[in-house]
């Protein structure tokens, strides 16, 4: 957890009122996490600390793109990232980190680590399914959608609007109403 050393902002010394911490974040910090989703990441995470005597305000700003596969033809694009996440820390007698907004860190305490936050509210800004921009306007072009294209059904009937199928069965019906009427007028 070394690597998160940068992330644990140590709030005892500093004065009631605002301060900025910029982090600039990377695959390394992914890594970190056992998180491989992305090919290539360069987020900007501005956080405004807003110490007050009783409790500590954190709203967290996060800018840039992660690299990831789409999920209809596996081709990497860049994806934005542009997400916001606000957290209150209060103090009281025993932790809790069960509110994902509020924070209750026990009397005290001294530092917070955010790497955590910051972690979550990123892949959490990624939507569940990540599509290609240029598959929407068309642009693309994808070995992948070529062959999906050749795969997908065609609708295969006639200009008249009929089925060959059932002109087949049609005639079947007429074979069997005819042989039916051949035996009926032979006895």
């Not at 970190?32 to 900007?44: E, I, K, R, S, T």
């Not at 110490?51 to 596996?74: H, M, R, W, Y």
């Amino acid at each position: 957890m070394e690597q998160f050393s940068v992330f644990l902002i140590p709030f005892i010394g500093l004065k009631d009122g605002i301060h900025r911490f910029d982090f600039k974040i990377d695959n390394t910090f992914f890594e970190g996490f056992d998180f491989l989703d992305f090919q290539n990441a360069q987020v900007q995470v501005d956080l405004v600390f807003e110490k007050k005597s009783t409790l500590l305000e954190l709203n967290f700003t996060a800018k840039g793109q992660v690299t990831v596969p789409c999920d209809i033809t596996t081709e990497l694009f860049k994806l934005p990232i542009d997400t916001a996440f606000r957290l209150v820390v209060k103090f009281g007698p025993v932790e809790n980190l069960d509110d994902d907004e509020i924070l209750i860190l026990p009397h005290g305490s001294h530092e917070i680590q955010v790497a955590q936050y910051i972690y979550e509210m990123i892949v959490l800004s990624v939507p569940q399914k990540k599509v290609h921009p240029g598959i929407a306007e068309g642009t693309l072009k994808s070995e992948v959608l070529e062959k999906l294209k050749y795969l997908q059904p065609q609708e295969k009937t006639p200009s008249d609007g009929t089925d060959p199928r059932w002109d087949k069965l049609k005639d079947l019906l007429k074979y069997y109403i005819k042989i039916k009427s051949d035996k009926n007028g032979a006895s």
